[in-house]
Nanobody
Framework: VQLVESGGGLVQAGGSLTLSCAAS????????MGWYRQAPGKQRELVAT???????NYADSVEGRCTISRDNAKNTVYLQMHSLKPDDTAVYYC?????????????WGQGTQVTVSS
């Protein structure tokens, strides 16, 4: 299973971006999907996750400014980000939990850069 992100880029503070991540390959079942980010010199941190049934979870730092959604038929997850701040600058990584007959594995994308200028 491969995850490919798109939608990153440079945006001014206060602006918006939408990230997309599509899973491809031999897919049996994808459970949770989500987004994490890593800023320079910092550890990777949770941004948002969404279960297959649509239950969402957000980091406090993005609550109210981000919306995560998914299209199960397309094995795709989205992250809409609004009111972006310079502190949101990071590499954003897509995550998916793939399962095959009760065996689970974590899949990661290669990351997409989001830069918010002040």
């Amino acid at each position: 299973v491969q995850l490919v992100e798109s939608g990153g880029g440079l945006v001014q503070a206060g602006g918006s971006l939408t990230l997309s991540c599509a899973a491809s390959g031999t897919i049996f079942s994808i459970n949770a999907m989500g987004w994490y980010r890593q800023a320079p010199g910092k550890q990777r941190e949770l941004v948002a996750t969404i279960t297959r049934g649509g239950r969402t979870n957000y980091a406090d730092s993005v609550e109210g400014r981000c919306t995560i959604s998914r299209d199960n038929a397309k094995n795709t997850v989205y992250l809409q980000m609004h009111s972006l701040k310079p502190d949101d600058t990071a590499v954003y990584y897509c995550y998916a939990q793939h399962s095959i007959m009760g065996s689970f594995s974590d899949k990661w994308g290669q990351g997409t850069q989001v830069t918010v200028s002040s």
